[in-house]
């Protein structure tokens, strides 16, 4: 049974600790106005609202558990080390930081806190992208000097950049060209035709490329930003 000001007030009021007046207003107010705010939670709910309440439960709940992880997790990277140097490998050479020692144990992390490595399901993101966020926020929030299981955490986005660039270079082009010569010398034939084998030249097949020297006429043709946020669903199993 529900019991609300007005129940306590007419007991106040038979123990002589509350004016009639005050009671009779009370009473005469609207319905439920004065119980208490959890009294009111015994107001039958609709399916929708019902619904909604235990989706936005249960995110809480997975919101909480997922900070406790991050916070294990930043502790964890702290053991590790060279995490600036991780933050830096990721910015200046992104297609070999896998070679990075610090990158394998930051990434074999992820696992032992219950976050899912993976990258190729819709809703994660890149293990890269998950590293750099992670590092990202890790140095924001004090780093290496922190511990991570007090005080608040201050979670911002990374900014990653997609950036397309115009460049010629020179190839080594390995292949066998196929074609047919004239003569009645087999050594001039192959002195003439390893000399030009263009000139004699009637089909080719390509197998191999090597690429000399550096990137050359360089040019940025477009560039774009996005953020890589730091969000629950992308390291969920």
Known sequence: MKIGLLDILEESINEGGVKKDLYTNLKLSKRNEFYE????????LSPQERYDREVAELRTKNDKLFEKKLRHYFNYLKSIGDVEELKNTL???????HQS???RSAAGGLKLLGFSPEYYRPLSMDLKDKMYVLVVNYIHNGGDSRNFMEGPLDIIPAKQWEVDTNYSEDVIEHGTSYGTAYGDNEERVKELVLANPWKFEQD?????HDYVGDYKSKEIKSIKSKDIKLVRQAFEQ
């Open 204 to 208: 080719r097949e390509t197998y191999d």
């Open 37 to 44: 705010e959890d009294d009111l939670t015994q107001i039958p």
């Open 91 to 97: 910015e200046i050479n992104p297609t070999r930081v």
């Open 101 to 103: 020692q610090s990158y």
